[in-house]
């Protein structure tokens, strides 16, 4: 399946990855590459049974109970801009958005 | 200079708890090896010398004061970047991460120390773990110790060198695709990944989830089997931790494998296959033979499909996990006025090219109009390999495959290539998307005097199984690690 420049710029708006021209456009080869390999799945013949299937132990339950977390100033610790209380941001609307 | 850093890690605990050696001993050998080898082999990327001999010397204190010190006593152990280690920058050679320093230690962590290990250092890997040969570190590149022109392999590129060069006895390192098994491959040594849920993920850094294992690097069975008895176990901390109890793999090794149906799956060894990698392998089949194993040929067809279900598994998850990375609450920020801008820009400059096209991948798997054809499809095959997988091992115990298609390549013949670095995994993601467990170890040499391996996989928590026959196989081969040339000009003067 082609991939358009566009659908690209989409993909990298939706992950939040900003990239130059040339960035962009060397990325979308790289991914029109991967998903022309990884489309040799659309071959695989699947039963009507055939469905995602996990292997996981996950049935492990137990009660609910409190236990302390991590501290305040823990969590604060790596962060790039706080103000002893809580992380800070830049702001969160663009003029356009206002 | 003393020769301790030669010993093996059940050497070292032994003499240790015996008062032989001294802890600061142990460490000191190993502490002078690292500098010694480590520029050129760029293997860790955190290494303080005094901080490893404050370790040691509390070993030695509790030795001294009668308390017991644990299985590990004053055993060096390094650790992949990408397992928290509280108050030691955790960077997953990550520009994003580059002044990470975690609150907490990953439950293997506080095993290791409970143990008495002492925590050597931490190892380069590609950049949060994606990648098959150490060059996507975003610090540097980690050589293989026998040939310093070529790659380790990867992930945990920096752990497999280190233990093969001597600068540890053991590390860990962890395994999503193949990432402690082939690079243990590439550099003649014992890498295992565990069944998935043996060991707690908790403070392993999340690159794919439903796949991410920690494992055992180290020079023999023994010393593998060791490390991962002390990591493995019950951790409420990560809900798929599994409460089943591990056998004890410290057993006598046996001297036949009567009983034992291994199967060799056709798949694995097909056109693609380097012949002293075939021949290797096919050797090993005989000793198994030998040691009166049954061997029968058994057939796996959905294996070709397993690189590109991984490639859509892996990067779905990583691209979820990897949107933490938002330049709020750790990790590098990028400036900007407005949050989205500093969202894109952090990410964007923060990430290694690698990571971007995975994340890039990932999201364009998961998004709308294109779920059900590429997520939603690969989680289907997914499904059906491990009813064909489960299937097989019906018939038998265990399968013998390569590890590798080839022998450790150059630095840089395949970095301009994503497809062909990836297929570098095509013996090893199977183990990682049916959950099951798999050893790789030593098999023989290239004429070029590179490693080979060959891959063991077992049923799902089968480790019991899977260690006896690789210890029966290392025992009757004699195939086991050698250790890498010295580097010129640091000989020692003939007596």
């Given at each position: 399946?082609?991939?358009?420049?566009d659908?690209?710029?989409?993909?990298?708006?939706?992950?939040?990855?900003?990239?130059?021209?040339?960035?962009?456009?060397?990325?979308?080869d790289?991914?029109?590459?991967i998903?022309?390999?990884?489309?040799?799945?659309?071959?695989?013949?699947?039963?009507?049974?055939?469905?995602?299937?996990?292997?996981?132990?996950a049935?492990?339950?137990?009660?609910?109970?409190?236990a302390?977390?991590?501290e305040?100033?823990?969590?604060?610790?790596?962060?790039?801009?706080?103000?002893?209380?809580?992380?800070?941001?830049?702001?969160?609307l663009?003029?356009?958005?206002? | 200079?003393?020769?301790?850093w030669?010993?093996?890690?059940?050497?070292?605990?032994?003499?240790?708890r015996?008062?032989?050696?001294?802890?600061?001993?142990v460490?000191?050998?190993?502490?002078?090896?690292?500098l010694?080898?480590n520029?050129?082999?760029?293997?860790f990327?955190?290494?303080?010398?005094?901080?490893?001999?404050?370790?040691?010397?509390?070993?030695?204190?509790?030795?001294?004061?009668?308390?017991?010190?644990?299985?590990?006593?004053?055993?060096?152990?390094?650790?992949?970047?990408?397992?928290?280690?509280?108050?030691?920058?955790?960077?997953?050679?990550?520009?994003?991460l580059?002044?990470?320093?975690?609150?907490?230690?990953?439950?293997?962590?506080?095993?290791?120390?409970?143990?008495?290990?002492?925590?050597?250092?931490?190892?380069?890997?590609?950049?949060?773990a994606?990648?098959?040969?150490?060059?996507?570190?975003?610090?540097?590149?980690?050589?293989?110790?026998?040939?310093?022109?070529?790659?380790?392999?990867?992930?945990?590129?920096?752990?497999?060198?280190?233990?093969?060069?001597?600068?540890v006895?053991?590390?860990?390192?962890?395994?999503?695709?193949?990432?402690?098994?082939?690079p243990?491959?590439?550099?003649?040594?014992v890498?295992?990944k565990?069944?998935?849920?043996?060991?707690?993920r908790?403070?392993?850094?999340?690159?794919a989830?439903?796949?991410?294992?920690?494992?055992?690097?180290?020079?023999?069975?023994?010393?593998?089997?060791?490390?991962?008895?002390?990591?493995?176990?019950?951790?409420?901390?990560?809900?798929?931790?599994?409460?089943?109890?591990?056998?004890?793999?410290?057993?006598?090794t046996?001297?036949?494998?009567?009983?034992?149906?291994?199967?060799?799956?056709?798949?694995?060894?097909?056109?693609?296959?380097?012949?002293?990698?075939?021949?290797?392998?096919?050797?090993?089949?005989?000793?198994?033979?030998?040691l009166?194993?049954?061997?029968?040929?058994?057939?796996?067809?959905?294996?070709?499909?397993?690189?590109?279900?991984?490639?859509?598994?892996?990067p779905?998850?990583?691209?979820?996990?990897?949107?933490?990375?938002d330049?709020?609450?750790?990790?590098?920020?990028?400036?900007?006025?407005?949050?989205?801008?500093?969202?894109?820009?952090?990410?964007?400059?923060?990430?290694?090219?690698?990571?971007?096209?995975?994340?890039?991948?990932?999201?364009?798997?998961?998004?709308?109009g294109?779920?059900?054809?590429?997520y939603g499809?690969?989680?289907?095959?997914?499904?059906a390999?491990?009813?064909?997988?489960?299937?097989?091992?019906?018939?038998?115990?265990?399968?013998?495959?390569?590890?590798?298609?080839?022998?450790?390549?150059?630095?840089?013949?395949?970095?301009?290539?994503?497809?062909?670095?990836?297929?570098n995994?095509?013996?090893?993601?199977?183990?990682?998307?049916?959950?099951?467990?798999?050893?790789?170890?030593?098999?023989?040499?290239?004429?070029?005097?590179l490693?080979?391996?060959?891959?063991?996989?077992?049923k799902?928590?089968?480790?019991?199984?899977?260690?006896?026959?690789?210890?029966?196989?290392?025992?009757?081969?004699?195939?086991?690690?050698?250790?890498?040339?010295?580097?010129?000009?640091?000989?020692?003067?003939?007596?």
């Amino acid at each position: 399946m082609p991939i358009e420049p566009d659908e690209v710029r989409h993909v990298a708006e939706l992950s939040r990855l900003e990239m130059t021209p040339e960035e962009a456009d060397s990325l979308a080869d790289d991914l029109q590459k991967i998903v022309s390999y990884i489309d040799r799945l659309q071959e695989v013949e699947l039963g009507p049974d055939d469905e995602a299937l996990t292997y996981f132990d996950a049935d492990v339950h137990r009660e609910d109970r409190t236990a302390s977390g991590l501290e305040r100033a823990d969590a604060l610790w790596n962060a790039p801009d706080a103000d002893g209380e809580f992380f800070l941001v830049p702001k969160i609307l663009a003029k356009d958005e206002e | 200079m003393s020769e301790l850093w030669r010993e093996s890690a059940v050497a070292l605990a032994a003499k240790v708890r015996a008062r032989e050696v001294t802890a600061l001993e142990v460490s000191e050998a190993h502490i002078q090896r690292t500098l010694e080898w480590n520029d050129r082999l760029g293997a860790f990327l955190h290494f303080e010398p005094e901080d490893v001999r404050r370790q040691a010397r509390r070993i030695d204190h509790l030795i001294g004061s009668g308390a017991d010190p644990g299985v590990l006593a004053g055993v060096p152990v390094g650790i992949k970047d990408n397992i928290c280690t509280k108050g030691v920058r955790t960077t997953c050679a990550s520009r994003i991460l580059e002044n990470f320093v975690p609150p907490y230690d990953a439950h293997v962590i506080e095993r290791l120390r409970e143990a008495g290990a002492v925590l050597f250092g931490k190892t380069n890997l590609d950049e949060f773990a994606m990648g098959s040969s150490t060059e996507n570190s975003a610090f540097r590149p980690v050589r293989n110790p026998y040939d310093l022109a070529r790659t380790p392999g990867g992930s945990s590129g920096g752990s497999a060198a280190a233990v093969a060069a001597g600068l540890v006895p053991l590390a860990l390192g962890s395994d999503t695709g193949g990432s402690i098994r082939q690079p243990a491959a590439l550099c003649g040594i014992v890498g295992a990944k565990p069944t998935y849920g043996r060991v707690s993920r908790f403070g392993l850094v999340a690159f794919a989830s439903s796949l991410d294992q920690i494992g055992p690097l180290a020079r023999s069975v023994e010393d593998a089997a060791l490390l991962l008895e002390t990591i493995a176990g019950h951790d409420a901390r990560d809900a798929t931790s599994s409460v089943r109890a591990l056998v004890p793999l410290e057993t006598a090794t046996p001297k036949s494998l009567r009983g034992l149906k291994i199967g060799i799956p056709i798949e694995y060894f097909g056109k693609g296959l380097a012949d002293e990698v075939r021949a290797a392998v096919g050797a090993a089949q005989s000793t198994l033979q030998n040691l009166d194993a049954s061997v029968e040929q058994v057939s796996l067809p959905l294996t070709e499909y397993g690189i590109p279900v991984y490639y859509v598994v892996a990067p779905s998850e990583a691209s979820s996990n990897l949107a933490r990375y938002d330049g709020v609450r750790y990790g590098m920020r990028a400036e900007a006025q407005e949050l989205k801008a500093m969202y894109r820009a952090t990410r964007g400059r923060g990430f290694g090219r690698e990571v971007k096209r995975r994340i890039l991948v990932g999201t364009f798997s998961l998004s709308s109009g294109y779920y059900d054809a590429y997520y939603g499809r690969a989680q289907k095959v997914r499904g059906a390999m491990l009813r064909e997988l489960d299937e097989v091992f019906e018939q038998v115990d265990v399968l013998l495959t390569p590890a590798t298609p080839s022998v450790a390549f150059r630095l840089g013949e395949k970095t301009e290539d994503p497809l062909a670095m990836y297929l570098n995994d095509v013996f090893t993601v199977t183990a990682n998307l049916a959950g099951i467990p798999a050893v790789s170890l030593p098999c023989g040499r290239s004429s070029g005097g590179l490693p080979i391996g060959l891959q063991l996989m077992g049923k799902r928590f089968g480790e019991e199984e899977l260690f006896q026959v690789a210890r029966a196989y290392e025992a009757a081969s004699k195939q086991t690690h050698v250790w890498p040339p010295e580097p010129e000009g640091t000989q020692e003067p003939a007596a």
